[in-house]
């Protein structure tokens, strides 16, 4: 089993990282973040993440997370009774078992798109919330990449990766650094885009012309204004999900479940079934 030590000093500076740290800290200086609950951290050491050290109660780590721990023994536990921790984090330790964990190098946006037929790309999504619910709905429905422009929220930071229930992990993710530029990049990749927005051009979601496309991109813009002009103006198609009672949109999140579902890739039918 691990080192385990038993938490006696909540200001101890080692365990700033769970709760006295920014997300931008952790980010840019620390190149950290911080994974909450067994489910979550066991699906980022699937994926290959690095752990550096845990925070739990210690009935956990005598229980629900002792198989956890089996697979990590060189990393330092912090325990602590549930009061104890309810002080450090400033809230209750509903998941009881936190993971500070090492970021890896992502990779080019492009390299993971060459072997793919059905993206996302996400453009100034800045609530963690949307971006979190968008990756879970990616996994769950035959998304194959999420591209992100440098301006959305990091996924990686600890609520988008709570309400993805740890499909951040799953679907590989890159930031397109030059976007919307890069939409000619697509292109070439063999790539349509279709953007989610409502316009003079938008054609119902539903048309089966869109299933027809070998290979597709879905655009997703911020949860106010949606997609800027010039990124609409380079995509190939504009789709709208049709609406009633008066109601002119969805969310961003939600209408990314609808618009998956919808254009999936007809070779995800069989993955999903399988």
């Keep these: 089993m691990p080192n385990i030590i038993q938490i006696d000093d909540i200001t101890a500076p ?6 006295r740290l920014t997300e931008a800290r952790l980010r840019s200086h620390e190149k950290l973040f911080v994974a909450e609950s067994v489910t979550v951290i066991e699906h980022a050491l699937n994926a290959g993440y690095e752990p550096v050290s845990f925070l739990m109660e210690r009935r956990c780590a ?31 330790l509903t998941r009881s078992v936190l993971c500070a964990m090492r970021r890896k190098a992502l990779p080019d946006a492009f390299s993971i798109c060459e072997r793919a037929h059905m993206l996302c790309v996400l453009e100034s999504i800045t609530d963690s919330t949307n971006v979190g619910a968008i990756f879970r709905s990616a996994a769950a429905l035959g998304v194959e990449a999420v591209l992100l422009s440098p301006d959305c929220c990091d996924p990686l930071c600890r609520r988008s990766i709570r309400v993805s229930m740890g499909t951040v992990f799953q679907v590989p993710w890159a930031y397109l650094t030059d976007w919307p530029d890069a939409a000619g990049r697509f292109h070439e990749l063999g790539f349509q885009l279709a953007a989610l927005a409502l316009n003079e051009r938008a054609m119902s979601i539903d048309d089966p012309s869109l299933r027809r496309i070998d290979k597709l991109a879905v655009v997703l813009g911020s949860e106010g204004p949606g997609l800027r002009p010039e990124t609409i103006a380079q995509c190939d198609h504009v789709v709208m999900i049709p609406m009633h009672n008066g109601v002119d ?12 579902w919808q254009l999936r890739r007809p070779s995800v039918d069989d993955r999903l079934d399988s």
């Design 249 to 260: 949109s969805l969310n961003v999140a939600a209408a990314s479940a609808v618009a998956f």
């Design 62 to 92: 005598e229980g629900k997370a002792r198989a956890l721990l089996e697979r990590c023994p060189t990393v330092t536990v912090y325990t602590a009774e549930r009061a104890v921790l309810e002080k450090l984090t400033g809230y209750a």
């Design 14 to 19: 080692e365990l700033d990282v769970f709760a």
